[in-house]
């Protein structure tokens, strides 16, 4: 079949769309997998080789080789088939240029260069890991994606030797081998070293040589060599020095000529020993280059956007944001680091925005993107590092490892982005890094299944993550996070009164406690038992001992945070929970529930006008945001803005889709602005529902405070006491409870909660 005539047609589960190009080695077609709705690259033997066995044979060996090849710098492999005795490569459609193209206008700055090379020679590097020499390195086959990460492609002339490391696939690949035939001199004339083209044997640093070729040609604008006879070309290659590309190109530096001579040296043995060592000098070009223009840049702080799902399973989506939280976990347990947490990052999963505009959105020196790729129980990250204000890539890489290994393989990838910005960590953050046991597969799942559903905060959702985080612990009864997901659900459940405390808080801490007890390092799990004793026990001096020991675990928690924000304002210690409140917000600026908890600690300490300001702001990210509304009615009704106050309530309620005849909030604001009829009304329903449904007594206290009806609001406060309402802690701070203040009984109640003085 011609190449024309493969438009159009199926194979396998691959629809054929258009040509990419075509070599010797193969056509490239452009393709859509219909079962997982996303464009791949797919290469198919050149016609006339339909009964051409040795040449099959290479193929399939290419794409044995590729499937070996883990790193973000290499285009990945998805598949290899046979149809209709058609042989069919698929790999990773990139988008993007050929270095060829971007050559063709011009040549490359030099800073450029210092961001590309790196990467070409550390996707070399990675296939020398593995035994597997290139072999046909130029310029047409390195792409660079709109955001300027490299994918070296075409190993259709790679050749296996001697592996130096255990991992390589010699074995499986029948011993050493060659992708081109006996007597076929491999790769593209141009670009091959001296060795190549005189016979003799071929290893990696016939690579080397290739990749000074290419980094002549992108900082000249041209090859080094240029005969146009090819027996001319062979000689000067051979015997024949290239022009220094200086005179080439009068801007660039004298290392970076250093570099180029260097890999284009005609000895083999006068060249750089690794691929490794050639990326280090390009790297130390590019500090260099930064360095000239007032000192290298620092990298204090850091956003993880989500990780893309390559599999495009919308059921494996769950687990793509699973392990971004993870990474972005693991990052802030480093101190001299602030990481933005997941509430903001997820705000940009799917958002196609330049990455210098992301960072100044999110106020930080780094950008950290990747993807996920989870099939037959492996799963593989590839992750890159940019700096925000060059769009310069620090580091790229690719990790792949079992399922049952994937919190050792997360924490190797915070590791290495901690190396590549040059981070100091302390002994005991090593340590944390380092840990990485290995885990039940469907137990990990069932986790991130749970935790996706809790982060929903809905009653629906937090009862779905319930029954994922008992099947995680069903198991592995030994997976702390599980425990702590659990507590987490549970607290959630009481402080959005679903669940009477009596019900929710004691299964909260048995399973805090579990947690801790399996993983006394795990700061997610002294935060849930914190909000156990501060809300549901009054143990203050516990609360503060857990929170404080979840700070000093994970500094950018932003829920340890928050929540001792709260806690040290319901103790009349207002800057510090202000301070802490606001932390939270650096941590995670798009938050809209951190700017509510600020706006809590603003209107507990009677600035109501900044109350006001943090609710407006939560509310510009979301205006359906119907706790924010009923915050901001609160802080307006203090400031005496009654009419204002009713408006907003009644937009929260609408969205909220919840009658006013019931909202304990709408009924004090009535009662304050003097419409105590309409107040007594929602009195009277919510006592008349009380039998059937959980009704927090002290709203009903907060409704008759607000009426000026002080016994029946301490009452209802004795109440509350006796049943361990939650928002009791609220008790020697609450505007609303001002009137009653004077009351013994109310001074009474208040010594009996034993706040500290």
Known sequence: MTVRGMIGRRLGRYEIIEMLGAGGMGVVYRARDMHLERDVALKV?????????????????????????????????????????????????????????????????????????PQVAEALQAAHDLGVVHRDLKPGNVMVTPSGQVK???????????????????AALGGAATLSGPGILAGTLPYMAPEQLLGRPVDHRSDLFALGALLY??????????????????????????????????????????????????????RYASARDVAMDLRRLGRGAVDTRGGAPRIESIAVLPLENLSRDPEQEYFADGMTEALISDLARIGALRVISRTSAMQYKGVRKPLPEIARELNVDAIVEGSVLRVEGRVRISAQLIEAATDRHLWAERYER??????????????????????????????????????????????????????????EGLERGIEYFNRAIELDPTYAPAYSGLADCYNILADRNQYPPAVAFPKAKAAALKAVELDERLAEAHTSLAYVFNHHEWDWAAAERAYRR??????????????????????????????????????????????????????????????????????????????????LGRALEQLGRYDEAIAEYMTGLAAAGAAPTESSALACTLAFAGRTEEARAILARLKGVSGQRYIPPYQIASIHAALRETDHALDWLEKAYAARDR???????????????????????????????
């Open 45 to 117: 033997l050149p016609e006339g080789t339909l009964g051409d066995e040795p040449t099959r044979r290479r193929f399939r060996r290419e794409a044995l080789i590729l499937a070996r090849l883990s790193h973000a710098n290499i285009g990945t492999i998805f598949d290899f088939d046979t149809q209709d005795g058609v042989d069919f490569l698929v790999m990773e459609y990139v988008e993007g240029q050929t270095l060829a193209e971007r050559i063709a206008a011009g040549p490359l700055a030099e800073s450029e260069v210092a961001v590309l090379g």
């Open 152 to 170: 070296v492609l075409d190993f259709g002339l790679a050749r296996l030797r001697n592996p130096t490391s255990e991992n390589a696939p010699t």
């Open 217 to 270: 040609e992108m900082t000249t604008g041209r090859p080094p060599f240029t005969e146009t006879l090819p027996s001319a070309l062979v000689n000067e290659i051979v015997s024949r020095a290239p022009r220094p590309p200086r005179q080439i190109n009068p801007s660039l530096t004298s290392r970076v000529e250093e570099i180029i001579g260097k890999c284009l040296e005609k000895d083999p043995e006068r």
């Open 402 to 459: 079992d399922l049952c290994d994937v919190l050792a393989l997360q924490s190797e990838v915070a590791q290495a982005i901690a190396c590549g910005i040059q981070v100091q960590l302390t002994g005991a953050e090593k340590a944390r890094l380092a840990l990485g046991r290995r885990i039940h597969p469907e137990a990990h799942e069932s986790y991130l299944k749970g935790r996706h559903f809790w982060n929903l905060r809905t009653t």
């Open 550 to 631: 979840a700070i000093e675990l994970d500094r950018g928690y932003p829920t340890a945070l928050q929540w001792y924000g709260h806690f040290l304002t319901t103790m009349k210690r207002f800057e510090e929970g202000t301070q802490h409140s606001l932390e939270a917000i650096k941590r995670d600026p798009l938050s809209r529930i951190l700017y509510l908890s600020a706006g809590d600690t603003y209107y507990y300490s009677r600035r109501f006008e900044l109350a006001v300001e943090m609710c407006r702001r939560a509310i510009d990210f979301d205006r359906n945001f119907y706790l924010a509304r009923f915050d």
């Open 727 to 757: 928002a009791m802690v609220f008790l020697q701070v609450n505007p609303r409870l001002d009137g009653l203040r004077s009351s013994q009984r109310f001074a009474a109640l208040v010594r009996r909660m034993g706040f500290p003085a």
